[in-house]
């Protein structure tokens, strides 16, 4: 009896679904402004105020607030596939999902979606879909690569995908996410700040390899052919060098027997001077 309850409520729920998806497409396609804003009561606010405090760029002037919760078509023009991402960054922001459980949910609410349909959305508004998917710990691929590329790409893969270690050293989660406190516990690299070069150019010379540094030339050895003729040369200088000595030495013992003479003959008694010469007129 329980579970004949429980299945035709389902079942009414469901009906109830298929009812007003259908009165929602009836309404926007030929209903009057106060049917729509019957349908949905969102219609009379501002894209602003549906955000909320949201701190995640959107593109406000972009956004229809008529399709605001309406999940995006295979057809949808920009506007709608814009308005559709900013309702999931909405909610991703005040949802108490992080890592795995918010990578089941991005599954779930892009499904179906084409490369082309990413790249119909507002350029900030998909790069903000990016920033809240990585701050809550889903890696979304290389922050290199385009942000369509990446996003379709997760659509295709069954678990998360990796993430980087020097993307993930720097990134900043959100507290209450898996990957914060994986973040705080792994060991940090350490990077060593470049050294300073000294100005007047010193720090290259103080750098350059033992090996590069000049070393004082070396005289090459004389070849003995070479050296026999410079020997032979040098030997009539000396000999004539050895006569000089020899004349210099004979002049220099002329010399001080003259001096012993003159010394010999100044050195004579006075008075035997004066008896030589005689008196004295």
């Known amino acids: 009896m329980a579970d004949n309850k429980s299945s035709s409520s389902s079942s009414s729920a469901a009906d109830a679904a298929d009812a007003q998806e259908q009165l929602l497409g009836d309404t926007i396609e030929h209903g009057s402004s106060k049917q729509v804003e019957a349908a949905l009561p969102w219609v009379r606010y501002t894209a602003k105020h549906l955000m909320g405090n949201c701190p995640y760029a959107v593109a406000f002037e972009t956004i229809d607030t008529s399709l605001w919760g309406v999940p995006a078509p295979a057809d949808a023009n920009k506007a709608h596939a814009t308005t559709w991402v900013a309702k999931t960054i909405h909610d991703y922001h005040l949802a108490m999902v992080w890592d795995n459980h918010l990578f089941n949910d991005y599954l779930g609410d892009f499904e179906g979606w084409t490369k082309e349909m990413f790249l119909k959305v507002e350029r ?11 701050h809550r710990g889903v890696y979304t691929g290389s922050n290199r690569a385009r942000i369509a590329d990446s996003l379709y790409n997760m659509i295709a893969t069954e ?7 020097a993307e993930f050293q720097s990134m900043d989660f959100h507290p209450q996410s898996r990957a914060y406190r994986q ?6 690299i350490a990077q060593q700040p470049p050294q300073p070069s000294p100005p007047d150019g010193s720090h290259e010379s103080q750098q350059q390899p033992p090996q590069l540094q000049l070393q004082p030339q070396q005289q090459p050895q004389q070849q003995p052919q070479q050296q026999q003729s410079q020997l032979q040369s040098q030997q009539p200088l000396q000999g004539e060098q050895q006569g000089d000595q020899q004349d210099e030495h ?9 001096l012993r003479h003159q ?5 004579q008694p006075p008075h035997v001077s004066g008896a030589l010469r005689g008196p004295q007129s």
């Open 124 to 134: 900030g508004t998909l790069k903000s879909l990016k920033t809240v998917l990585r």
């Open 159 to 165: 678990n998360a995908l990796e993430w980087d270690p």
């Open 183 to 188: 973040q705080q516990n792994a060991p940090q």
């Open 250 to 258: 004979c002049g220099v013992g002329q010399y001080v027997q003259n």
């Open 263 to 267: 010394n010999a003959d100044s050195q």
